[in-house]
């Protein structure tokens, strides 16, 4: 069976037209049950989220936090909350193909997800289009409330802009003045960089950019990179990164010793997920910020929290689980509120309003619809010969949440 | 006893030929009623298996007919998605000069990278398309002002009527249609068979006044034109796009398609894309691990099926019938 | 037609070709013959720009071919066979010679045409000529050794050249199928006025068909001349009977 | 930009390159010898990395768990190699490259899925053992003792090939192989145990390559990716094959990184792709000549 393309004797019509005939039969065969039962009085979420890869291990947090949420909001008599969730392997055109899915065949009422920023964004377009609210507890970029917010999006995660005007608060406190700004050659690194040099100007018009360097995500060795800065002797280095980039990033500073010589600014530095895997191999002298803490604040709420996580999943709460645990939160509320399961009712009940979580008062700003919460800054030291974080304080959300104004004239450009 | 069996081999190939014509009739007129017959979600689904199907044949042309390893063939798509994207973000022209100019410039990359390309043989062929394929991926990934970054381009505007779902699937089943018949008759031209005899014989086509690298170079950049046009068909789908379109996992995706049809059968790689789609969307639905199912699928069709599921079917079809040509 | 000159090649190091000369007159048919090793196939490559000369001339009809791409050599009008069955082995017996035809129109590069009804009577003519006519919607691998080895030179004629190179045509041959193979070439020769340019091992056949021969020994031409002229040399006899000893 | 910087960023660079060239060593060599393109060939190093971190967790994160994880994990991930050879490659060796290819592509897939089940999402990260952690001064610039260790360790694999390449019958075998399978088969060698021996070992120089990597950075899913791309670069730089080409292409873009970084850090991330370009533009076919 040497020919199957120059092969001349069978018909090409006829060849074509049954493949034709298979291909259709067997697309449209697929397609022939899309019978998605959904009992009206609940209210369905589609998570779309990254559980495969690199990124996998903050979809497992927000999912269990969600989880939590929607489990202790149906055991105080509460709504029902169902979910699904789909995986997008942290390709765009995978999220919006699974929120199309979700929206039309499984009739959900509301998408939740997504780590990636692009898939975020690529949603939220989607659900702007057909209606269908979406909460974002996953993607980071500023563009999802900001330039490209809209009523049907609400983020209940502390985006970059927030990020960058908390570390902008932050480093306005210190003394440094020749900075340079470094990170991962991705949306979450540039926009946590640029938010906070936009912020730190202004609140300190004398600080001075030495210059800017830029990592592939996924990098593991760093030396060349720090080598390259420390030549440059600026009084502090500013780093936008995150992830697997971050605990490795954080090993080369102490291997280099950089931060004996120059300080390091990066948000999430001392956060469990960056200081555990690095044990006694932690640097000390990072300074940062960070939305959550399983010990800090040291209140009543957040251990109430921190235990009822506990005893579900066995492990502790990451920031990622309280954004997961908001979003079901502020979703349950607004569905009791609303006293319906009328999207728009939900949506004008969410807009604005302000739950209870371990941190504080988590309030959805209703002109945005992002979520405001305190933010934690501190610095890594060594204290009785354990490394952690140290000197901690909490900025308020009136500190550090983004001008409205701002944000609606990026919308209306 | 001869005049009979060719007689009624006419007959047959008469019957044949209406059956062939009757059955692709009656796929066409399914596809066209379907929009009215299932969940709009599996609307989308086809628009989606529609662009794919037309991005798996373009590659075919060059990997399946023109023998050549093109590992990095998502590019193009990513370059046609992109110029629309840019064109309708970034600038007030038309959304014709967008759609037009996608699959141009589309082919203009192939152009280039097509140009050292053809120059090497074999895994170096291949090696070197990946290289540069990965290098227009990092520009478009690092070119923030123009591309956004790995951010994307979303809300791309297209015009009003482009926008339903229903409208959507009429126009990729439309162009689709055209495009494998443009493929299709490339293929049966005067180029498509001496593009077979290169890939049969290089060194013998280029003794008959072949010149093969131009040969190739053209059905590369023929191949990133139509890959272009399936980019711009994907911007109509999502009217959003991301870098990660033309990453090389996503031509592997490719690749597998049309292997999973079969390469050497022309509607192949549109079969391999229907069920890799279709089987992505389904396995989905029950794992996260998806990749895992791909990959012990992959490995089922490389070891027992390297001809794909259309090329084993014509196989075995072609082997129950006695072939006429052995009597000879 | 033909002219080589001071031909030189080398790979690697290894002297392949020292000094090759050669000359074919319009409308004859001459052999290059030499032991095994000698450089043949290595020459017939550098003729139709397969490989890249080191130094010397080849001339084609008063034009200078040296060293150019293989596809622009046939199209002045030289087209060859190869001693190894060298065809489209997915193309029917058909296509395989339309291949040739269509690149000698230029048509290789039309798009939108069918190639199915194209130049198929030039092309039917050939095979005619050739007795492949029966075999045409063949597979061209299903064809046995001997027709395959005709289809390999109906290939090199579809091209319609002037000079028709044969490397090795009855190489692996039965006696009757290379008394096909003699028939073919004078033929050829004698009907169409083909020059013919072949290597052979069976000298029977040489100095059958031949009416100039070149004599190639390790990589330098020792003779070159009549048939006769040629069996009396004394070099040649040396260089045949020193691979002998 | 004094002498000192530019001194450690080539001492940085050349370290850098040395991780390079023990991975692509792997590739190459598979290339060279089975002339199978090997998208696996990440995922055995993300293996070696993942297996280090076991070993050296189970043994407490202690010193001696980096040197035994260092000793055992290459040879495990040449275990998994050699399995894989002759569980499934062998079977296609008469297949073409693309069949070839897919089917180490496959191996990707499913082995980037079975590690993230066999050792979950979370980030995963060993200890650099005590006596190569910290830095020492180099005129005047501080860099890691770890670097230092990658830059013997680097050339030592280096002479080990090429002692094994050149000075054994094996190597020979092996050598031969990759520029006449026939002639190999003519003198009675059966040519597919010099593949199954030359893909364990490319298997163990990824794993070495992996275990090596895992002290100083994240072990976490998605870095075969990462390096994969690297070494297809390198390789098709070096020259396909050819060992010598991929030690010479791996310092260049180790060190033309580390420069790249030093003079223009805002596009670090396209240095790569530019160095493999030029090179390839300027000599298609790679550096020295190809193996076949």
Redesign the interface.
Known sequence: ????????????????????????????G???S?NATTDKKNVKVGIVDT????A??YA?DSLDGFKLAIKEIAAKGGPTIEFV???D?????KS???A??L???EKVDFLAGTTN???S??V??FA?ENKVPFIDWGGM?D?ITGA?GNRYVFSTIPNTAIIGKAGAVQLSKLPYKKIWL?GS???YG?SVITNLWSNLTTLKPDVEKM??????V????F???I?????AKPDVLVVGTG??????FM??LK???LTQEIPVWAHTCYDP?TLR?????APVNVMGTNPYLSNYPDTAENKAFVAAFKKEYNREPAAFALYGYMGGEFLGQAIEKAGSTDKEKIIDAMEGSTIDTPVGKATLRKEDHQVAIPMSYGVIAKVNGKITATDLHTLSPDEIMPSVDAILKSRSQ | MSTNSSSSLILQ?KF??Y??????V???L??LA?PS??????V???A??FTTALLATSLNLVLG?GGLLHLHHAVFYGIGAYTVAIIMTKTSWPFAIAVVLGPLVAALIALVIGWFCVRLRGLYFGMLTLALGQLVWAIV??W?ALTN????I??IPVPEFLTSVNSVYYTTLLVLIVSLVIL?LI??SPFG?TL?ATRDNPMRSESLGINVKRHRLTAFVIAGFFAGVAGVL?ILV???V?P??LFWNKSAEILIMCLMG?L????GP??GA??LV?LS??V??YT????LVLGLLLLILVLFLPQGI??YL??SR??KKPS??GEN | MLQVERLKKAFDGFQAITDANLLVPNGEVVAVIGPNGAGKSTLFNLITGHLKADSGHIGFKSEEITNLAPHKICHKGLSRSFQLINIF????VL?NVQIAVIAKHNFDRKLFRPA?KLLVEETLAVLESFGLIEFK?Q?C??LSYGDQKVLEIAIALGSKPKLLLLDEPTAGMSPDETRRIVNLIKKLSQEEGLSILLTEHDMDLVFDVAQKIMVLHQGCTIAQGLPEDIRNDKSVQSAYLGEAG | ??F??LA??LF??L??GM?FFIVSAGLTLIFGVLRITNFAHGSLYMLGAFIAYSISTFLG?GPNGFWLALLIAPLAVMLISLVIERGLLRFIYNQDHLMQMLLTYSLVLIV??LV?IVWG?????M??PTIL???FNLWG???????AFLLIVGPVVALGLWFFLSKTRLGKICRATATDREMVDILGIDSTQVFALVFAMGGWLAGLGGAL?A????I????D???LIYAFLIVVIGGLGNVWGTLISSIIMGVG??FG??FI?????IIPYIIAGVLLIIKPSGLLKSAW
């Open positions: 069976m040497a020919s199957m393309v120059g092969n001349k004797k069978s018909h090409y019509l006829f060849r074509i037209g049954s493949m034709l005939l298979i291909t259709v039969l067997l697309v449209s697929c397609g022939s899309p559980y495969t890869g690199g996998a291990i497992q969730t789909r995986d392997e942290f390709k765009p055109d919006t193909s699974w199309k899915e929206v039309m065949n920023s692009a898939g964004l690529a939220s377009q702007k970029s563009k490209a470094a050659d991705y949306e540039h210059g800017e360097t830029w990592w592939s996924g990098e593991t060795d030396t060349p990179y080598n390259a800065i420390r030549s992830g697997a980039d971050m605990v490795a090993k080369a291997a280099t010793g997920a895997p690095l044990g006694d191999q | 190939e044949r030929t059956l062939g014509l009757g059955m692709a009656a796929g066409i399914i596809l379907i017959l299932i969940s709009p979600y599996y989308y689904l086809l989606t298996i007919y990934y690092r923030n970054g790995d951010n994307g979303h809300s299709y293929i049966k068979l077979i994907f999502e009217r959003s991301a990660s379109l079969g050497t059968v022309f509607m549109t079969l229907a069920i279709v969307m389904i989905g639905l996260e691990y998806w990749l259309l090329g014509l196989k072609n082997n006429m040509r | 082995s997915t193309l029917t296509e199915k919607d597979s691998s299903s | 930009m004094n000192a910087t450690s960023q940085i660079g370290s850098r991780i994160q980037g899925d993230k999402t979370e980030f995963k990260s200890n650099v952690r910290g830095s610039a501080s860099l890691p003792l770890y670097n990597i002290p100083t950075t994240t976490s899913i998605g870095m990716a990462n390096i990184e580390a970084i030093l850090p805002g596009v670090a991330i």
